[in-house]
């Protein structure tokens, strides 16, 4: 499954909601506000990198670039992606299931 | 691939219809098949002919028409959401009483039956929203 | 009206009724869709639970009261909603607060069966991580 998250962690609870359901080698996909989450920075990374372990997690690179947020400084291992790469991980996994 | 898109929210309040557009350029790009783009709730308002926004900054509902047209896609405004947030078609205005209507080309008005159908039919259905 | 194999199609409800349409509007394609006869299920979560409360009473703030609509669902064979234990309890609220659902199994002489399960959040991923579409709000 990919799951496609797009409000802050700071705003809204849908990532952490996402990452309690989401279940072992799925995806998930940070757009528009949601690459928030993506930095290393930020108190809710701790509960993203230990997601990490078990989930691949993905920031789109335009959004990130929208919010002068530089690909340097996410999240080890969390992989910035274009809008080609979104639809082929769209693609790669069986369904997608977006967190509003 | 088949796409089905799902837009439910608004042009301009939210990205959503920004991010699903950029999306489905994508997937056709890729060279997927794009089987319906449909509009739900607030996203009915992605249909309006009616817009007028400014000039050096993109034009979320023309952009979506070229785009159906370019590519033959099928741009739907679910009838219940439209009829409550005053986007109509013709018919609709006439069999309503209404004085005018408002939909942009490219779009077509139906029933919530088409997002279904678009769910089975789809290989992949995508939700942008709030 | 659906050609080839079945789908699973999982309805996920994130939101409180009232303050946003989406509690109302996903209810009416969850009706609409009962008549493609695809597998469907509803999982309520998060502020979602609230969708189900008991004892709505929407005069005070002038909207329609459509609480009494889920009812129908069992009518509309839609007999599979979860609701996710660990919203409830981080809301304070038990099954008791809801209301309850029902259906009637044909395969049991017709018998009135619950059609509402509290699963815990591991049992709901594995239930989200077998559905073909999930629709959300």
């Known amino acids: 499954m ?13 990532l952490q909601t996402c990452l309690r359901l989401a279940g072992d080698g799925h995806a998930v996909l940070l757009i528009e506000d949601a690459v928030i989450a993506a930095l290393d920075s930020t108190e809710p990374a701790a509960t993203l990198k230990d997601a990490m372990q078990r989930l691949s997690v993905y920031a789109l690179g335009p959004d990130l670039a929208a919010r002068g947020l530089s690909e340097d400084r996410l999240i080890d291992g969390l992989e910035a992606v274009d809008y080609d790469r979104f639809v082929a991980l769209a693609c790669e996994h069986d369904a997608t299931q977006s967190w509003l | 691939m088949k796409f ?14 920004d991010s699903a557009y950029q999306f489905a350029k994508a997937a056709l790009a890729a060279g997927h098949e794009v089987f319906r783009v449909f509009f739900y709730h607030d996203g009915v308002n ?13 034009n979320v509902v023309e952009r979506w028409s070229e785009l159906a047209q370019e590519h033959e896609l099928d741009l739907v405004l679910c009838v219940a ?26 779009f077509r008005i139906s029933g919530l039956g088409q997002l279904i159908e678009a769910a089975i039919q789809s290989d992949r259905l995508v939700t942008f929203g709030d | 009206m659906s050609e080839g194999a079945v789908k699973k199609l999982m309805y996920v409800n994130r939101k409180a009724p009232y303050g ?5 509007e996903s209810l009416e394609v969850v009706l609409i869709g009962a008549a493609f006869d695809q597998q469907v299920s509803l999982a309520f979560v998060d502020d979602g639970v609230f ?4 004892d709505q009473s929407t005069d005070g703030i002038g909207m329609k009261n459509f609480s009494s609509t889920y009812k129908a669902l069992g009518d509309y064979d839609v007999r599979d909603i979860y609701i ?12 008791d607060d809801l209301q309850p659902l029902t259906y009637e199994d044909e395969d049991d002489d017709w018998a009135e069966k619950d059609s509402i399960r509290v699963v815990d959040s591991r049992e709901l991923a594995a239930l989200m991580a077998q559905q073909d579409v999930v629709l959300s709000f």
């Open chain 3, 84 to 95: 996710e234990r660990e919203s409830l309890e981080a809301r304070g609220l038990s099954l």
């Open chain 1, 2 to 14: 990919l799951h496609i998250v797009n409000k802050s962690p700071f705003e809204r609870n849908a």
């Open chain 2, 81 to 106: 959401a439209a009829q409550r947030r005053g986007l109509l078609d013709a018919d609709e205005a006439k069999r309503n009483g209404k004085d005018a209507d408002n939909i942009a080309p490219g």
């Open chain 2, 4 to 17: 089905g898109i799902v837009v439910n929210e608004g042009p301009y309040q939210h990205q959503s219809s």
């Open chain 3, 20 to 24: 946003t349409v989406y509690a109302l």
């Open chain 3, 51 to 54: 969708q189900l409360t008991r």
């Open chain 2, 46 to 58: 992605n249909g309006t002919r009616l817009t007028v926004p400014p000039q050096d900054d993109r």
